[in-house]
């Protein structure tokens, strides 16, 4: 009797089972004695749950304990005296004690005990094994300035520590419940879902799912889509990016329908050429984390050019911008916009979010209005700036010389064989057919406007 009470005053009480410091424990190696493995975390932590009013509620999907196979799921944070800590992953539950499961891809694994020098989380932080397993997958290195990982910290809760493993656990997601949809999965590619969703995992899948249905679904837009097979529109100067960025360091997108001819080609060439122009810019870090303006120049817009942007074309394109690109839309400046514009104001509003809405910007003839939004030396003559004459060369030549990387990064984007786009039509869908005759409804206030 009397040895038992002194091993239970001498011993420490035992860790609650299931995490990984009493696995360390069983194996003797003290808690958080391994080098190499980051803490796990969940995206609620972040931007849910306030200091000194208790955890936060479990957010998206990483609180789950199951990866469908493809790699370790972050677990839930917790908040401790106003300290965020991380709980690390529980064991694996087939290896015994001691043992964790770490896997290095969708298509490899790596058994970890407590006394192994294995160290690998994700492919992008690897051994050379990693590349043996994958060749294709390129390594993830970060290109923004200190000044935007800061921005990228507060604006869209990114922590560079924590960056590699919330890429892998939207990986493991998209095994997991989209194993068919035939998406790219390199790090800098899902990292830009999740900085357009702030790193919230759930919303990050569900954008991903979003961008590959809007393109599976749209053949007009997406077949063949390739800089070359848009040079008409590019040449007529309907779409360009002004060579300066503004003082936030984003780029300004300059849309003018009126360089645009209808008995030339059809509408769905100038949707073509504006979805290259975003995937061009959203290739790089520095766009991911500012986002873009647009600024859209109604000059000359009559009723029959303007009776080319329907119900259903309306439709498509807000899906597109609002819900199924990886695109940060900070501001739409319309400027020289014709009393037609507010009839296709009125079919397109109700089905922004407030957060876009709130965002448009409509300045009529007026430049000084314009200037407070977007500065003067950024913007070109036409637009009572200092920047010279608009010129769409320097962006045309950049977007043509993008060619093959086109080619490349859509070459990965490839519908299984067997699937098809309504297998992955998203939540929605339906309420977006129930929309059709209230959009037809709004058509006449277009004429009635004009």
């Excluded at 997958?137 to 493993?165: F, I, M």
């Excluded at 119900?311 to 394109?317: C, E, L, M, R, Y």
Aim: glycine fraction near 10%.
């Amino acid at each position: 009797m009397c040895i038992h009470l002194c091993i239970y005053k001498v011993l420490p009480p035992w860790p609650a089972v299931g995490t990984e410091d009493a696995v360390e424990l069983r194996a003797g190696v003290p808690s958080g004695s391994v080098p190499g493995l980051p803490s796990l975390h969940g995206a609620e932590a972040r931007g849910g749950g306030s200091p000194g009013l208790g955890p936060p509620e479990p957010h998206g999907r990483q609180s789950r304990g199951s990866t469908g196979g493809c790699g370790p799921r972050p677990g839930p944070r917790r908040r401790s005296g106003g300290r965020v800590t991380s709980e690390r992953p529980g064991p694996f539950r087939g290896g015994g004690a001691g043992t964790r499961l770490l896997r290095g891809s969708s298509d490899s694994c790596c058994i970890m005990s407590g006394e192994s020098d294995c160290t690998r989380t994700s492919p992008s932080a690897g051994s050379p094994s990693d590349s043996e397993l994958l060749p294709d997958r390129p390594k993830y290195v970060c290109t923004l300035s200190p000044d935007l990982v800061t921005k990228a910290r507060e604006e869209l809760q990114e922590k560079p520590e924590w960056r590699l493993r919330d890429v892998q656990a939207l990986r493991d997601m998209v095994c997991k419940d989209y194993p068919s949809l035939g998406t790219c999965l390199d790090d800098a590619f899902l990292l830009r879902f999740l900085r357009a969703r702030k790193f919230d995992y759930d919303r990050a899948l569900q954008l991903l799912v979003n961008y590959h249905t809007c393109r599976r679904t749209w053949p007009e837009v997406f077949s063949n889509l390739k800089p070359s097979a848009i040079k008409p529109v590019l040449e007529s100067g309907f779409v360009t990016v002004l060579p300066h960025r503004d003082p936030q360091g984003r780029h300004v997108v300059c849309i003018r329908p009126d360089r645009w001819t209808p008995s030339n080609y059809p509408i769905t060439e100038n949707i073509r050429a504006i979805y290259l122009t975003l995937e061009k810019l959203i290739q790089s870090e520095e766009t991911q984390v500012n986002g873009i303006v647009i600024l859209a120049d109604y000059k000359g817009v009559s009723l029959s050019k303007a009776s080319h942007f329907g119900p259903f074309v309306a439709k498509k394109v807000i899906g597109i911008l609002q819900d199924g690109f990886p695109i940060r839309i900070k501001a739409v400046n319309i400027i020289n916009e014709p009393r037609i514009f507010k009839g296709i104001f009125a079919i397109i509003k109700p089905f922004l979010k407030e957060k876009i809405a709130n965002r448009f910007f409509l300045h009529g003839c007026d430049l000084n209005s314009l200037h407070q939004n977007i500065p003067p030396m950024i913007l070109p003559e036409e637009y009572g700036g200092t920047a010279g004459k608009l010129d769409i060369s320097a962006w045309n030549e950049l977007l043509l010389a993008s060619e093959e990387d086109f080619l490349h990064d859509f070459s990965e984007l490839v519908l299984p064989c067997d699937s098809s786009p309504h297998d992955l039509l998203v939540s929605g869908d339906a309420d977006e057919k129930q929309c059709d005759d209230s959009l037809r409804g709004m058509k006449p206030q277009l004429y009635y406007c004009y």
